[in-house]
């Protein structure tokens, strides 16, 4: 753009830049060579003046203002930055030299650029305010980060003793099921024990029924009324008698 005039800083923290021409108007200087924030100050002046006006730059540059192109003399530039919250410095110089020429007839000077220092204040005070609200956030979102990291922390640790809990439960129920399966096996070993000695008295009554049928036998019992009752088989030799009032016994 024809309007753009750039000083160029080669290691140096002054210099010179060209292009300016009276009655010039909107033109921009744009700087190189320096690292400058997203909001610095540049005061102007005509060379020889012992005022200056401040204007508030940015990343595209900073404007020039208008009336310091009407009379011809060079115009001077100093960048103004704030190092602290109460403090600044000027950091670099710039001198422009301005091309004299004829007066058209349609010039109307313009009028000054007024309450710039205003501007800046208000432009520095938003950027505290939004450094300060990063920082904030930034804060907020740490705490949110380490007390999730917190809870993810309980969690596993809950979790870990839930696993623990449910292999003992599942050791427990095993060992259970096995003295279960014992049991039963002991419980089902001894019934069939039972039922082989049932069996087995059910035969020895069986063979001593036979052997007594066989053998013969005597039963001698009290009635109610206190007699004695004596009986036997007849295939029995075994006899009972009274003599002198004692009771024999003796073969038949």
């Not at 744009?30 to 924030?37: Q, T």
């Not at 091309?99 to 950027?127: C, G, K, Y």
């Not at 939004?130 to 949110?144: G, H």
């Not at 206190?226 to 075994?238: A, K, M, P, Q, W």
Request: proline share 3%.
């Amino acid at each position: 753009m024809g309007n753009i005039i750039t000083a160029v800083f080669c290691g140096t923290t002054s210099t010179s830049a060209s292009g300016l021409y009276q009655y010039d108007y909107g033109q921009i200087l744009k700087f190189e060579g320096i690292d400058l924030p997203s909001t610095y100050e540049v005061h102007f002046c005509n060379e020889g003046e012992d005022e200056t006006i401040t204007v508030l730059g940015n990343a595209d540059g900073v404007e020039i203002p208008d009336q310091f192109l009407t009379d011809g003399s060079a115009v001077r530039a100093w960048v103004f930055l704030h190092t602290g919250n109460d403090d600044g410095e000027t950091e670099y110089a710039v001198r422009m030299p301005v091309t004299e020429r004829p007066q058209p007839s349609d010039i109307q000077p313009t009028p000054v650029q007024q309450d710039v220092i205003t501007q800046a204040i208000a432009a520095l005070n938003t950027a505290v305010t939004e450094t300060s609200a990063s920082a904030q956030a930034a804060a907020q979102d740490a705490q949110t980060a380490s007390t999730a990291a917190e809870n993810a922390s309980e969690d596993a640790a809950s979790a870990l003793a839930y696993r623990n809990e449910a292999q003992a439960s599942a050791v427990s129920a095993n060992s259970a099921a096995l003295a279960a399966a014992s049991s039963a096996s002991a419980a089902s070993a001894s019934e069939d024990a039972a039922h082989e000695y049932a069996e087995d008295a059910e035969a020895s009554a069986d063979r001593a029924e036979q052997a007594a049928a066989t053998a013969g036998y005597m039963v001698i019992s009290v009635d109610e009324n206190g007699h004695l009752i004596y009986e036997r088989t007849s295939n029995t030799d075994v006899d009972l008698s009274l003599i002198d009032g004692h009771l024999i016994m003796g073969v038949a």
